[in-house]
Nanobody, 124 residues
């Protein structure tokens, strides 16, 4: 089992930055690919970014490219999502997810463990 706890969300103005963190515990963290998803009210959960076990392979959604950065510190069992130039479309509940594979994945069903989410609200 893997437990994931997200933090770092909050209420910010458009143009601001936030850094989300996801602390993992349980089975070996470094062998798992990780992802960040988000779900806005009334919308489906969507991938924002993902990275392989070593962090060398990454994926970003079109809305995240150039503004968000996913990274991980396997020594700390933590994955991060740095979000810059936030706009109101980024308002959502952000989830951290882990899969029992070292390879990157971008679909919801590929992930085996989920955190409870951290709310990000961007005001105009």
């Amino acid at each position: 089992q893997v437990q994931l706890v997200e933090s770092g969300g909050g209420l910010v103005q458009a143009g601001a930055s936030l850094r989300l963190s996801c602390a993992a515990s349980g089975r070996t963290f470094s062998s798992q690919a990780m992802g960040w998803f988000r779900q806005a009210t009334g919308k489906k959960r969507e991938v924002v970014a993902a990275c392989s076990w070593g962090g060398s392979t990454t994926y970003y959604s079109e809305s995240a490219k150039g503004r968000f950065t996913i990274s991980r510190d396997n020594a700390k069992n933590t994955v991060y999502l740095q979000m810059n130039s936030l706009n109101t479309e980024a308002t959502a509940l952000y989830y951290c997810a882990a899969r029992t594979s070292s390879t990157i994945a971008t679909i919801y069903s590929a992930y085996d463990y989920w955190g409870q989410g951290t709310q990000v609200t961007v005001s105009s």
